[in-house]
């Protein structure tokens, strides 16, 4: 049996990227907290991690640290645990 290499683009990359956390975390609408003890939400969007956590709270929710201090704050500290 021998493996065959490929060279895959950047947007195919990230596809099967999904595709393949999707299979193995599945697909939650909700969050979560994942084998690792993390909040997570959607696959694989680790709350914990602070970069995903503004963008998630910024483009799903509108809650952006600059409007919105207080609630962003209170937000990140229950992420955080």
Request: charge should be negative; hydrophobic fraction near 35%.
């Amino acid at each position: 049996m021998s493996i065959g290499l490929s060279e895959l683009s950047d947007e195919d990359y990230k596809k099967l990227r999904y595709e393949i956390i999707a299979n193995v975390e599945g697909e939650k609408q909700i969050a979560y907290i994942d084998s690792k003890g993390y909040v997570t939400i959607g696959t694989g969007f680790n709350l914990y991690e602070p970069g995903v956590r503004d963008l998630v709270l910024s483009e799903l929710f509108g809650i952006r640290e600059d409007e919105h201090g207080e609630i962003h704050q209170q937000l990140s500290a229950i992420f955080d645990q």
